[in-house]
């Protein structure tokens, strides 16, 4: 059973970057049928999709994001990472990160627990 | 951008009772090979969302026969047949029409 585990400051300041970090267990990250992704949920509203990797590199963005944001994956760990920069209030909410599959079937199988990200002095 | 707009945004059910949430799209989302590119998922309290429905219709691997998709184009329908106290949670549909760019719809929060 593949698992997806989060991990990363819960804390952090204004205007500095947001760095969490996903690893698989379970599975391989270089399998060629999934990519990875990371979505975001603030306090008490929707999900909102932030990005994807694919094990050889290959990154898509939400284009509202996209200027902040940076994924990368480490296939020798399986872990894949997020970065967001320039952080405010506004970028406080639970990251999940996510496997889903892309081609004639297209969705999201196995998601993390979820992290808690405040950003705050 | 595709965007994707549910309703209601809040359900107040009777168990037994059917239930409805429907999903419209900014634009279609039937692919040329025929598929309708629209999943379901459930976030039940305190987890994860998981997948209910993929292409429209297809009921992910051990979710009840309770749940139906139905839909193609720009509108899209969930119904619970017959509501149970588990099935309390916040509802999204989510297009995967584009190319690996995904939007999910507001939300519907059905409590009982």
């Known amino acids: 059973q593949l698992q997806l585990q989060e991990s990363g400051p819960r804390l952090v300041k204004p205007s500095e970057t947001l760095s969490l970090t996903c690893t698989v267990s379970?599975?391989?990250?270089?399998?060629?049928?999934?990519?990875w992704g990371w979505i975001r949920q603030p306090p008490g509203k929707g999900l909102e999709w932030i990005g994807s990797i694919y094990y050889s590199g290959s990154t898509y963005y939400t284009p509202s994001l996209k200027s902040r944001v940076t994924l990368s994956v480490d296939t020798s760990k399986d872990q894949f990472s997020l970065r967001l920069s320039s952080v405010t209030a506004a970028d406080t909410a639970v990251y999940y990160c996510?496997?889903?599959?892309?081609?004639?079937?297209?969705?999201?199988?196995?998601w993390g627990q979820g992290t808690l990200v405040t950003v705050s002095s | 951008d595709i965007v994707m707009t549910q309703s209601p945004l809040s359900l107040p059910v009777t168990p037994g009772e059917p239930a409805s949430i429907s999903c419209r799209s900014s634009?279609?989302?039937?692919?040329?090979?025929?598929?309708?590119?629209l999943d379901w998922y459930v976030q039940k309290p305190g987890h994860s969302p998981q997948l209910l429905i993929y292409?429209?219709?297809n009921r992910a691997p051990g979710v009840p026969d309770r749940f139906s998709g139905s839909g193609s184009g720009t509108d899209f329908t969930l119904k619970i047949s017959r509501v149970e106290a588990e099935d309390v949670g916040v509802y999204y549909c989510m297009q995967a029409l584009q190319t690996l760019m995904y939007s999910f719809g507001q939300g519907t929060k059905l409590e009982i």
């Open positions: 634009q279609s989302l039937l692919h040329s090979n025929g598929n309708n590119y």
């Open positions: 292409l429209g219709s």
């Open positions: 379970g599975g391989s990250i270089s399998r060629t049928d999934s990519y």
């Open positions: 996510a496997r889903h599959i892309w081609g004639y079937y297209r969705y999201f199988t196995y």
